[in-house]
């Protein structure tokens, strides 16, 4: 069942997407070379706990995982794109680093992930984040009242496909608002003109990703992350979005 929000229960979300865009800004600014991804995760702890927020990860336990998650932030290095459980890794110039955050504030949640080049990077790899940052524009641009669910996955497989990027469609977007994953899922390639029709009140998590090379995941042996097959490096955007009668709402943009 999808629940339609009040103006005023999306004003509250944005609130908690303003956190969390924030939390993704401040680590992205501590994540360079010599510094451990756990200390990213334990930078992410005290900021959640400063803020009176709620982590949706932590004991998250869904059936793909080897639950309980016991931490507060996906962090993903390189071939690494979903789920990423923090690790003792030293980060290095060149690695690519995705972080997926999501929380809740006064029983509203927001969800974002962004992927950043630490230090300097290979130009491939540059283009591969801006592809998926590009497609989460196309993607925000396309959800609006009367359009279909198909229009915004189309949108941004289109700036994969242009690209030469593979899409999976196992994992993509979704809808969130009381609780991390609700109805619908929003595949990252899909039909125009097919699925459900957007309506104001809707807010989805927008979250195109992929990698240089083949499309299929394994799981690390961690039970939690999801790696490219062929080990290439891989890149994650995510905007948690509403649908109002102006059109799309950002809910987790810095103000």
């Given at each position: 069942?999808?629940e ?5 229960e999306i ?6 997407g303003e ?6 800004a401040?680590?992205s600014?501590?994540a360079?070379p010599?510094v451990?991804?756990l ?13 009176g927020?709620?982590s949706?990860y ?5 059936s ?7 931490n507060v932030i ?8 979903l ?5 003792d890794?030293?980060?290095?110039d060149?690695?690519?680093?995705s972080?997926d955050?999501a929380?809740s504030i ?5 969800d974002a992930a ?10 491939e ?7 998926t940052r590009?497609?989460?524009?196309a993607g925000?641009?396309a959800?609006?009242?009367?359009a279909r669910?198909?229009d ?11 690209g030469g990027?593979a899409?999976n ?5 979704h ?12 595949p ?8 459900l029709?957007?309506?104001p ?7 195109p ?11 690390d042996d ?5 790696r490219?097959a062929?080990g290439?490096n ?17 809910l987790?943009a810095l103000?």
């Open positions: 069942m999808i339609l929000k009040t103006a005023r004003d509250r979300m944005a609130v908690t956190f969390v865009a924030q939390t993704l401040d680590l600014r501590h360079e010599g451990n991804v200390d990213l995760e334990h930078r992410a702890r005290r900021l959640v706990a400063d803020r927020a709620v949706c932590w004991d998250y336990a869904p793909f995982g080897r639950g309980p998650f016991r996906c962090l993903s290095v390189n071939d690494a794109v789920h990423g459980l923090p690790h890794h030293v980060l290095r060149g690695d690519l680093l972080m955050f929380v006064d029983g509203w949640v927001a962004v992927t950043l080049i630490v230090g300097d990077g290979a130009a790899d540059r283009a591969l984040i801006d592809s590009r497609a989460l524009d925000i641009a959800a609006t009242p009367g669910l198909g915004i996955s189309a949108a941004i497989g289109a700036v994969a496909g242009a990027y899409v469609t196992d994992f993509g977007g809808g969130l608002g009381r609780t991390m994953h609700e109805d619908p899922h929003v990252n390639r899909g039909k125009p003109g097919r699925g029709v957007l309506q009140g809707m807010a989805l998590a927008l979250e990703w992929w990698g240089r090379g083949t499309a299929r995941l394994i799981v961690d039970g939690w992350t999801l490219s062929d290439s891989t890149a994650h955007s995510e905007h948690t979005i509403a649908v109002t009668e102006h059109g799309p709402r950002v987790t103000g």
